[in-house]
């Protein structure tokens, strides 16, 4: 694993700091479409992504989903870090984008680690940091944004944490995403073919203007 951390993270953390997750964390690969944290689930580790995406989503009181943000290599969590550090219940779910390595950092060694490494501190507090901006995009995008100009964020978001300008994702799942109804979805999808920025297939789109 250490070998695996000082590839991705040896420019964040110094070389003691590595060690110590190499001793202490659980490397785990999950595959796409999987469940990493569900809501009021506890939260006994801290995830840090090595490679992949995951999704991060928020539910209302009817049960109904809204995506805020993606997470991808290099990255943690901040809803799980408040989580972590509050002791207290799971409040979104993150579900993989596509296969995806974490290490698992047990959620004791988050406040140690805090006074103990600068690198530590940095990491954290940059990760708030980017969360908290994601998550005022997320809400300036709900607020301001029509729902097709939403949609075509969506999309180029998507596409840009896979990697890839083909997308592979249901009508209905992009509906449950975006907190719409599948037929405005395919509607609005239909006009941005029209205006030559996707290509439809089936169950996958193709984004031609990222």
Known sequence: MLEQLTLHYNYLFEADLLK??????????IKEGEVVIDYGQSILYMPLVLEGAIKISR?????????????????TCAMTLSCCIGNSKSQIKAITETETKLV???VNYMELWLSKYKSWQRFILQSYNERMNELLEAI???????????????????AMVNHNDVIFVTHKDIAQDL???????????KVLEIEGKIKLQRNQIQILDL
């Open 104 to 106: 698992l950092i047990p």
């Open 140 to 158: 300036d995008t709900i607020a301001f944004l029509k729902m097709d100009e939403r949609l075509n964020k969506y999309l180029k978001d998507k």
């Open 179 to 189: 907190h719409t109804s599948r037929v405005v979805v395919s509607r609005l999808l």
């Open 20 to 29: 110590e997750i190499s001793n202490v964390a659980h490397y785990k690969t």
């Open 59 to 75: 539910e209302d009181k009817k049960g109904d989903e809204l995506v805020l943000y993606f997470i991808e290599q290099g990255d």
